[in-house]
């Protein structure tokens, strides 16, 4: 298949060119009608102006450059190189991580193909710096091209084999991708952990609180004082309080902790919360262990999903490049771990790696 990016890079670039016109020029009759005064602001706006103008000759200037994104069964042809599959050590999806205080938890922009050549082999441009040792190449940047990710996705899962990585190799070893789903079923159908332990009977609790000071509180308003005073006096806060805690615990109740492993996929619903469904098309890899988006060291369950299938999706964590998605702490679930990593493991087959 061959991938372009000259429509995107003009498409992006005209329209930073033409907002960057219309902010400068709008800066400018600003600048004209503030002569005289306070000229900081419109003056701040018009640079700005620049930096949008500069955007869009930059990506102008690159799609006139050469380029040329080639996967086949051969291999990789670049317009300076071509790479049979055997040149080729691995080949992935790279997501750049976020900075900030808050970029573990925020969802990453489109990732780049990377590429690992094999001892000996090099490419007539410059290579990523790298602290492994291994020799990588940055060959695109995603969100440049005019096709999307999960079609890149699926052309590389067709012809990479296990070369196409997608999980850290801390993880799970590379394994050639299967889109299909899983082909082991666990018997008596889909699997369903549910946590709704005590939730119904703290409902019950809080109403029977709830309806208790609730009546204090009406005879109080009549001139009958109930019980002893302090519990009088606090009826108004309590009965708010327990009518509060009453609806907490019934949500809890009927939309309880579940995780729901099946043929279809992984279906993982925090409390109160709609439920997010992973596909096995969807998925790279399954594992237990620690995550490292917490610093709890007990197991949990983490989906790692194949590039391009859940672009929008919250909250996501990258490890090595890769995105992962950490479900929820086994001990939160029925039985533990012993009760889950069984159906796991049998369902996900060779996408199930655990972890320390």
């Not at 960057?20 to 102006?49: D, E, I, K, R, Y």
């Not at 790298?130 to 060959?139: M, V």
């Not at 990585?165 to 889109?179: D, F, G, K, L, N």
């Amino acid at each position: 298949m061959e991938f372009t990016v000259e429509r995107t890079l003009r498409r992006r670039g005209r329209r930073w060119l033409m907002g960057g016109g219309a902010v400068a020029a709008g800066a400018l009759v600003w600048l004209v009608a503030t002569l005289g005064g306070n000229v900081t602001a419109p003056l701040t706006v018009f640079l700005l102006s620049g930096l949008a103008f500069y955007g869009g000759w930059r990506d102008l200037r690159k799609a006139e450059q050469p380029f040329r994104l080639r996967i086949d069964g051969f291999g990789i042809t670049l317009h300076d190189a071509e790479l049979a599959w055997e040149q080729i050590e691995a080949v992935a999806l790279w997501h750049v991580p976020n900075t900030g205080e808050d970029s573990e938890q925020t969802t990453p922009p489109k990732p780049r193909l990377t590429l690992w050549t094999a001892p000996g082999v090099t490419l007539p441009r410059k290579a990523d710096r790298t602290w492994d040792g291994r020799t990588r190449y940055t060959l695109v940047d995603c969100e440049d091209l005019d096709q999307g990710v999960s079609d890149l996705t699926n052309v590389l899962a067709a012809h990479a084999g296990a070369r196409f990585e997608t999980a850290p190799r801390a993880v799970r070893p590379p394994i050639p991708v299967s889109v299909s789903g899983p082909e082991l079923s666990v018997p008596g159908g889909e699997q369903v952990f549910i946590d709704g332990r005590q939730a119904g009977t703290w409902t019950l609790v809080w109403a029977a609180a709830a309806v208790v000071f609730s009546y204090s509180f009406w005879e109080l308003v009549h001139g009958r004082v109930v019980g002893p005073e302090p519990f009088t006096a606090f009826g108004p806060l309590g009965a708010i309080g327990c009518w509060y805690l009453t609806g907490r615990s019934y949500r809890r109740w009927r939309k309880p902790l579940r995780l729901r492993i099946g043929s279809t996929g992984i279906g993982m619903r925090e409390v109160t919360q709609d439920e997010q469904h992973f596909a096995w098309s969807e998925i790279a890899a399954v594992t237990v262990g620690r995550s490292q988006a917490t610093t709890d060291k007990r197991p949990w369950l983490v989906v790692w999903p194949l590039p391009g299938t859940r672009p929008d999706s919250n909250p996501s964590y990258l490890v090595d490049g890769h995105k992962a998605y950490a479900l929820v702490r086994l001990d939160r679930l029925p039985g533990g771990a012993e009760a889950v990593v069984p159906v796991v493991r049998a369902y996900a087959g060779e996408r199930y790696a655990e972890t320390a």
